[in-house]
């Protein structure tokens, strides 16, 4: 008997699916086993740090931004926190399968082992299901839930509150940036164009509720 035979004898015939669910099951246990964010934050840094510095400069800001209204977030306070600095690792350069980001960023987080919402948040943050329809990919974002809400409004709140540099800036002036940079005609300035009411509006439900935290 090889040393190979001996070695799959030690643990039983299980098939190759049998293996594969054992390894993703390990995956999501280590994610659990660490604290969310601490796992949240190396993932984007391993990601963009080095590849995109100034897009690591701007989920940073996200995040800090997210740590600010925690309030709003209750018990899903990390959770938020964690989609805000993961929220653009789709752009980076090893992930991009469809080169359209949040999805990308969901599929990778998906096979690494994050939780399901977390995956979700960041399949759908800053409304992508406008701009997958608009890339033909809204079958492909379909897979992933938009829990809609206030954790939902909270991470979009704090990206388009936020500069690529990670100044904090308001809603609208984001919004004149991304257009600006990107020109008219390009795909992303017809989506924000067409995204900014309902980007708008999520960002007013997450001050209102900022307000209602800091009242009581």
Known sequence: MSGTERALGRFGKRSLTDWQYSFSRCREAIVTVMRLNDWAFDVARSKLEHSLPLRWAHVQGVALKARSVRAVAGPDADLLEAAAVLHDVGYAPDLAGTSFHPLDG?????????????????????????????????????????????VRDALWYCDQTTSPHGDSVTAQARIAEIKHRYGPGHLVTRFITEAAPELLAAVERTKQRIGVAVAS
């Open 106 to 150: 969901a599929v990778f987080l998906a096979e690494a082992g994050a939780p399901d919402r977390l995956v979700n948040l960041v399949a759908h943050h800053s409304y992508a299901r406008l701009e997958a329809q608009m890339r033909g990919l809204e079958h492909e974002l379909a897979r992933f839930e938009d829990e809609q809400g206030p």
